[in-house]
C-alpha cells in the first residue's frame, strides 16, 4: 500500500524561476493538504483542497502561489518568481472522506508525504 | 484561532527511561482532535498517536501514551523505555471535528528529543 507520494524529494531553483511541487495522496484519499516548515520551525498550513476544488487557502500567500487538485493526476503547488524566502519543507497530506468507502486510515487523521525540500539560490 | 504551545524546545532522556513531552492548546470548541507527531531526521512527518477529545480515555500506542486534560487544555506525551530510533523533533498539532474547511492542522513549534545511550 503506497502512501502519500511527492515529487521532487529536493528542487533547486534560481530567483524568479517557478517551482512545481506535486503530491499524490494516498489510494481512496480525496482530500490533500500543503504544509510549509521553514528552517527550525513547526509546520504552517497553506491549502486544502479536494479533487477540483479548494476548500482553504487562509494560509496561502496572496501572491506567486498557487495550488490545484484535478480530476486526473497529482495536486500541484506552484511558486511563480520564487525568492529566498520561499526556501523551505513543503509537505503534503492526505485523509479519506468520511462518507467515501475505501480510504485508508482514520477519516480525522492526515497522512503525510516525505517532503519537497526547495532551495532558492 | 487555534494555537497550540510546546514550551519544551528540548529534552533529553536515557535509553530505557520514560519521558514526557509538553503540549497546551487553546481552543474555544468542545469538539476537536489532538495528535503528535514525530520527525526523524530524514524529515518525514510520522504520525505517533491521536486523541478524540470526546473520548475521556487516555490514548495508547504501544510505548506511547497521552495525558489528556480537557480542562487543562493540555495533551503530554509520554514515551516509556526510550529507545535510540525515538530521536526526533515531535510536534503536537490540534484539530478542529468541524468539517467542511476546518480540517487543518495547528502545530506547535516542536520539542527535539535526544536519547541518551
Known amino acids: 500500500n503506497a502512501g502519500v507520494m511527492q515529487n521532487p524529494r529536493h528542487l533547486v531553483r534560481r530567483r524568479g524561476q517557478e517551482a512545481r511541487l506535486r503530491c499524490s495522496p494516498m489510494?481512496?484519499?480525496?482530500?490533500v493538504y500543503w504544509y510549509r516548515q521553514l528552517p527550525e520551525e513547526g509546520l504552517k498550513f497553506m491549502v486544502y483542497l479536494q479533487k477540483e476544488n479548494i476548500i482553504d487557502e487562509s494560509g496561502m500567500p496572496k501572491e506567486r502561489f498557487s495550488a490545484e487538485f484535478p480530476k486526473e493526476g497529482p495536486s500541484i503547488l506552484r511558486i511563480q518568481q520564487v525568492v529566498r524566502g520561499d526556501s523551505a519543507a513543503y509537505f503534503c497530506?492526505?485523509?479519506?472522506?468520511?462518507?467515501?468507502?475505501?480510504?485508508?486510515?482514520?477519516?480525522?487523521?492526515?497522512?503525510f508525504g516525505p517532503g519537497t525540500r526547495l532551495t532558492v539560490l | 484561532a487555534q494555537t497550540v504551545t510546546q514550551s519544551q524546545p528540548e529534552m533529553s532522556v536515557q535509553e530505557a527511561e520514560t519521558v514526557t513531552l509538553s503540549c497546551t492548546y487553546d481552543?474555544?470548541?468542545?469538539?476537536?482532535?489532538l495528535f503528535w507527531y514525530k520527525q526523524p531526521p530524514s524529515r518525514q512527518m510520522i504520525l505517533v498517536i491521536r486523541q478524540e477529545a470526546y473520548k475521556q480515555q487516555n490514548a495508547t500506542e504501544n510505548r506511547f501514551s497521552v495525558n489528556f486534560q480537557k480542562a487543562a487544555k493540555s495533551f503530554s506525551l509520554k514515551i516509556s523505555d526510550s529507545q535510540l530510533g525515538d530521536a526526533a523533533m515531535y510536534f503536537c498539532?490540534?484539530?478542529?471535528?468541524?468539517?467542511?474547511?476546518?480540517?487543518?492542522?495547528?502545530f506547535g513549534t516542536g520539542t527535539r528529543l535526544t536519547i541518551i545511550p
Open positions: 489510494k481512496g484519499h480525496s482530500h
Open positions: 497530506a492526505s485523509s479519506p472522506w468520511p462518507m467515501v468507502a475505501g480510504g485508508q486510515g482514520d477519516t480525522d487523521t492526515q497522512y
Open positions: 498539532a490540534y484539530r478542529s471535528a468541524i468539517y467542511f474547511g476546518n480540517e487543518k492542522l495547528t
Open positions: 481552543t474555544s470548541e468542545s469538539d476537536y482532535y
